[in-house]
């Protein structure tokens, strides 16, 4: 047996090497301060009035754009600039053009909609008066009601202005949307594409504008995927045709650049490639955000986008300015380029996956899109939700996604790759929330059977009443109540699974067509609205992240290798009947530490029992669980050996679990009979910068047993100073333990059912641990 004593020149060596980042990418971050610089760009230009210099022919136009696009980038609303610029549009009188019409009616509805009402229901009724009635372009608008010709531009911007009026209650006509859409499906070209107008190349911008007026359209006017019919609901109707957006998705996703707006006449000059591109981006984000496509043919759309307008601004001043026609203007510029990022940028509460080959996984079209909308009013924040394709997935795909939905009535049919992905997935922090639609026996023989698959240890579980998914953000009418299956992994139950329909209710919860149904037939789809917002803030617990933030912790997938010098590893200490309840927060932790002390440290999770030989080529050992255990002789004895030679170990209770440290406890004073587990002051230099970590006089602390029945979420976090507990052997800790939480934090991040310390705070007060642990 070796016998190697481990010293502070270890410690010295292994700070010495720096760990490699990755360089270059476009961050979260990144887009911030672009956003910003961007804004103050805006702000520095507006004129005294509150108006920028708007083109005489568009009265308020500019002036719309530039508040819309600082609204959507984080402006507050008592902002100095926004309230001096809605008094200027408010101003302006009656309606006059399509496009300043358009652009103010967008920004009176994301300000004070309830304030400006008759401005918008003035607006409204004008757009509805002056679209065109009959002729060739009937359904769409010209520049004003003297044009008896419309285009494709004006008649985008109109429609854009009557779906964010439906949006705060003020109603368009059916007819309207009937004649608008007609519009769009008759200028459609065999490709999928659109021009300006009928007979002219199909440009980017445009078919981005027809992608637009489909989704946007096809809601006002099909019935939907569900519909009540003699006062009972009838779910997985017949589908209305989508082949025109198939069509045109496909032609974008063929032809799509971040760096030209695609046409034709681009391939003719350099100078025409880069026509209408900040207005043509604009339109790519509408795309996206509205179809839930993370993808647009093979391109991660954002991504791509938010790198080049990042690259592209300018440096010192923040703007941005294109080489055509009113982009050469950098306030156009500028406000087009802050709606793509600041729009695009926006989280994702949940996504939809997509499985087989038909469209089995999504009976209900707008069931997601219907539950994020109700989330966003109810949160007072803009989110998205998306799609992902299930064949093509990889973990990290999904682990983009806080909530992964899978719906359907037939049976699943996945690979076995596809499974795995799944399962790590769910290790990794992910979220499932699965429901059996329209009877799907099928469905729900094949989910329970995939779930005995993939978590082995663990079943399906009918979730108690209470259980937090009950009330975590409304209480649901126990009159209609679902049934509610769960798997619990690590600290929360990571898997819910409901037999019966919601998204069939979901679909029918959009405010307008809920009008003049039965009130049994509204509370039910309330109660399956509550379900779903329940479970989305049961798993995000409102903690989202945005589009290009980098997960919060990232697990080296490779297998296990033998020590190398130079390079820091911990093992976990396994034990009978448990050791690794928590998978993957080792490596998370080890992942966090790597980054804060810019060394090389091997991030796998290595796992061995006491009295393997290894254990004393390690500095650290981890060790955690949930439930009482007991050591053996021989393994009492390897622990204390290993702590004579100047190793140190650290521990944490799961969840908190009193059993564990009860048995902790006892087996500390078994192995070390003459030295006392006691709590280290919080006034010690281990909580401070002292040994290169966080100043941790103020920790919050997350306690399920002291939640409020008027807001279950956040009562329950208070602001203590950090407790660990401590074994000192000749003037060092050789034991480190925590009794809250740190590990659950690690690997799910925060937990309602968590006794412990939340996400950012366990990773700090780790990573002051490891460090001390190496220095002292």
């Known amino acids: 047996m070796s016998t190697k004593k ?3 020149l270890l410690t010295l060596v292994l700070l010495a090497l720096v760990a490699t980042t990755a360089q270059g990418e476009v961050t979260d971050d990144s887009v911030r301060r672009s956003i910003q610089a961007g804004v103050g760009y805006l702000k520095k230009n507006q004129k005294v009035n509150g108006s920028w210099t708007d083109h005489p022919g568009y009265p308020g136009g500019l002036t719309a754009l530039c508040t819309l696009a600082m609204l959507n980038a984080g402006v507050p609303l008592d902002d100095p600039h926004v309230q001096r610029s809605l008094a200027y549009l408010r101003s302006l009188g009656e309606p006059r053009m399509v496009y300043s019409t358009s652009l103010i009616t967008m920004v009176l509805c994301a300000a004070e909609p309830e304030k400006d009402a008759a401005i918008i229901r003035q607006n409204v009724n004008w757009l509805e008066r002056i679209q065109i009635r009959s002729g060739a372009y009937q359904g769409s608008w010209g520049y004003s009601e003297r044009n008896i010709t419309g285009d494709n531009s004006n008649s985008q911007f109109a429609l854009l202005a009557l779906h964010e009026a439906e949006r705060v209650g003020v109603k368009v006509r059916p007819a309207t949307w009937q004649a608008a859409r007609a519009y769009w499906l008759k200028l ?14 199909s440009t980017g911008s445009m078919t981005c504008a027809g992608i637009s007026a489909l989704l946007v359209s096809a809601n006002k006017v099909h019935q939907g995927d569900a519909a009540v019919h003699e006062g009972t609901v009838r779910c997985c109707g017949a589908q209305a045709d989508d082949e025109p957006l198939r069509r045109a998705l496909a032609w974008l996703g063929a032809k799509f650049s971040v760096e030209r707006n695609p046409s034709p006449l681009s391939t003719l000059s350099t100078h025409l490639e880069k026509t209408h591109l900040f207005y043509y981006l604009y339109g790519v984000e509408r795309v996206g955000r509205l179809s839930g496509n993370r993808f647009i ?4 759309w954002f991504r791509e986008g938010a790198e080049y307008l990042v690259d592209q601004q300018d440096r010192l001043s923040g703007f941005w300015t294109g080489d055509f026609h009113a982009e050469q203007n950098p306030l156009v510029a500028t406000s087009f380029a802050l709606l793509f990022l600041a729009k695009g ?5 949940v996504s939809q996956l997509k499985h087989g080959r038909d469209n089995d996984w999504n009976p209900h079209r707008s069931s997601v899109r219907n539950l994020t909308r109700r989330m966003e009013r109810r949160w007072r924040r803009d989110m998205t939700w998306q799609t992902i394709d299930g064949r093509a997935a990889t973990v990290d795909d999904l682990l983009e996604t806080p909530v992964l939905f899978l719906t359907g009535r037939r049976a699943l049919d996945l690979t076995a790759d596809q499974k795995n992905i799944l399962r790590e997935y769910i290790n990794q922090g992910g979220f499932i929330f699965a429901e059996a639609c329209c009877d799907g026996t099928e469905f729900d023989r094949s989910f329970r059977a995939l779930m005995k698959e993939l978590f082995k240890d663990a079943t399906l579980q009918l979730l108690p009443p209470e259980h937090p998914v009950w009330y975590a953000e409304e209480r649901v009418d126990p009159d209609y109540l679902r049934p509610l299956y769960g798997i619990d992994a690590c600290c929360r139950t990571s898997v819910i699974y409901c037999p019966q329909d919601l998204s069939c209710f979901w679909e029918l919860g959009q405010d307008e067509r809920e009008t003049g149904l039965p009130t049994n037939l509204r509370a039910e789809i309330e109660a ?16 989202l992240k945005n589009k290009l933030d980098r997960a919060p912790f990232t697990l080296a997938r490779t297998a296990p290798k033998q020590p190398e010098r130079g390079v820091l590893y911990v093992p976990k200490l396994m034990y009978a009947g448990g050791g690794d309840e928590a998978p993957n927060a080792l490596p998370n932790l080890l992942n966090v530490f790597r980054e804060k002390a810019r060394m090389r440290v091997g991030v796998e999770n290595r796992k061995l029992y006491a009295n ?19 050591l053996t002789a021989v393994e009492r004895s390897a622990l204390a050996l290993f702590v004579e030679r100047g190793g140190v170990i650290v521990a944490d209770a799961i969840c908190g679990s009193p059993e564990f440290s009860t048995a902790f406890r006892r087996e500390m004073a078994a192995i070390f009979p003459l030295h006392e587990l006691s709590r280290i002051p919080p006034g010690h230099p281990l909580f401070t910068r002292d040994f290169g970590g966080y100043p941790l006089d103020q920790v919050t602390l997350r306690d399920p047993q002291s939640r409020s029945a008027d807001d279950p979420l956040k009562a329950h976090l208070a602001k203590v100073s950090p407790l660990l507990e401590g074994v000192q052997i000749d003037d060092r800790y050789a034991i480190l333990f925590s009794p809250y939480d740190i590990s659950c934090a690690m690997e799910n991040g925060s937990s309602l059912e968590c006794n412990g310390y939340v996400k950012e705070d366990a990773a700090r007060l780790a990573i002051n641990v490891i460090l001390f642990a190496l220095q002292q």
């Open 6 to 8: 481990h010293t502070p």
């Open 188 to 201: 459609q070209k065999d490709d999928g594409s659109w021009g300006y107008v009928k007979g002219e190349p």
């Open 297 to 300: 043919g093979r391109h991660d």
């Open 345 to 349: 940028r926006r989280p994702v509460l």
């Open 528 to 543: 399956c609205l509550r379900i779903g917002e329940n479970v989305l803030t049961y798993a995000t617990n409102r903690e």
């Open 612 to 630: 393997d030989p290894t254990l004393f080529d390690y500095p650290i050992l981890f060790m955690h669980g949930r439930r009482a255990f007991q």
